[in-house]
């Protein structure tokens, strides 16, 4: 499965932002979907993922409350709503498919977008 993420961009801290992945290739249904992020400097970590229907998501303490995960199984895509954004939000995005759902580590997602940078001023 082919992977590409959009939506990254500048904004202020409290603001809000979308971002997408649209999946092409094999049934996208068959895969859990995963949003990670990468700041400069430092290890890329787990932000939110969705099951295959959409049932379940979990996310990272450091966005819950503030960032959402969905996905529409019939348009092939993903979305990270974020809102409230802060400074330490800044990184690069990334999403990812895997076959198992609960799973934090990138090590359990076989396919990967390019990325798409966030950037939150002060």
């Known amino acids: 499965v082919q992977l590409q993420a959009s939506g990254g961009g500048l904004v202020q801290a409290g603001g809000s932002l979308t971002l997408s992945c649209v999946a092409s290739g094999r049934s996208f249904s068959n895969y859990v979907m995963g949003w990670f992020r990468q700041a400069p400097g430092k290890e890329r970590e787990f932000v939110a993922a969705?099951?295959?229907?959409?049932?379940?998501?979990h996310a990272a303490d450091s966005v819950k409350g503030r960032f959402t995960i969905s996905r529409n199984n019939t348009k092939n895509l993903v979305s990270l709503q974020m809102n409230s954004l802060k400074p330490e939000d800044t990184a690069v995005y990334y999403c990812?498919?895997?076959?198992?759902?609960?799973?934090?580590?990138?090590?359990?997602?076989?396919?990967w977008g390019q990325g798409t940078e966030v950037t939150v001023s002060s």
């Open positions: 990812a498919a895997g076959p198992a759902y609960g799973s934090s580590l990138p090590a359990s997602y076989d396919y």
């Open positions: 969705i099951s295959w229907s959409g049932g379940s998501t």
